[in-house]
């Protein structure tokens, strides 16, 4: 099936600090997502992106859907403690009848 | 509210039985989903239906049953097959067709199976 590449694995930041986190594919992507998941809950969704180039903002979160339909990217801005969790990308390859692929999360740290 | 809910949160089953995992939606979603979700891995998919009395296998459908005779429910059943069943179990839900499939999860199920 296709794969989607999230790297690294963690990422370590201090509080006020902004943090920036991509996605890749080798294949091209109709939509694509991202998730935020607390311990022990299920993920929420942050952002949803629909179309190539496509740059939508939730508060202090920013993500765009990159030109080559290959990749996505996540910023946090100004970062605070209640930040911390793991960071997924999803997404629907452009083949049909695909489902939601998901990358391996990063977990990200706030240092106070 | 509308949402998902997942019940129990935590679940002990002993060897060699079977446990059913429950998923309800109130968010007239068409489409619901179970995934699995192991330490370091990404989701993968358990099963999928995208409208009442029909469903389709995901990645990992061996040793997992279900049923969608409601559009509001859609549980699944561990069976004694599955081989390593102790994991986080997600439900999601989302339209079916339309925009991305885009979907929305439920709090999740932590199956322990002593």
């Known amino acids: 099936g296709q794969q989607l590449n999230q790297s690294p694995q963690s990422m370590f930041i201090q509080e006020g600090e902004d943090v920036s986190m991509n996605c890749t594919s080798s294949?091209?992507?109709?939509?694509w997502l991202w998730y935020k998941q607390d311990p022990g809950e299920g993920p929420v969704l942050l952002i949803a992106l629909y179309k190539a180039g496509e740059l939508t903002s939730n508060g202090r979160l920013t993500a765009q859907f990159g030109i080559t339909r290959k990749d996505s990217f996540l910023n946090i801005s100004a970062s605070i403690p209640s930040d911390v969790g793991i960071y997924f990308c999803a997404g629907q390859w452009a083949g049909a009848n695909s489902k939601l692929t998901f990358g391996k999360g990063i977990t990200l740290s706030v240092r106070p | 509210d509308g949402g998902i809910t997942q019940s129990p949160k935590y679940l002990f089953r002993k060897e060699g039985q079977n446990v059913t995992l429950s998923c309800e939606q109130n968010l007239n979603h068409d489409a619901m989903y179970w995934y699995r979700q192991d330490p370091g891995q990404g989701l993968r998919l358990i099963y999928y239906s995208q409208i009442v009395n029909d469903f389709q296998k995901g990645d990992i459908a061996e040793g997992y049953s279900v049923s969608r005779e409601k559009k509001e429910s859609f549980p699944l059943t561990v069976t004694s097959a599955q081989k390593n069943p102790t994991a986080f179990y997600l439900c999601?839900?989302?339209?079916?067709?339309?925009?991305?499939?885009?979907?929305?999860f439920g709090p999740g199920t932590r199956l322990t199976v002593l």
């Open positions: 999601a839900s989302g339209l079916a067709g339309g925009a991305g499939d885009t979907q929305y």
């Open positions: 294949s091209i992507f109709n939509t």
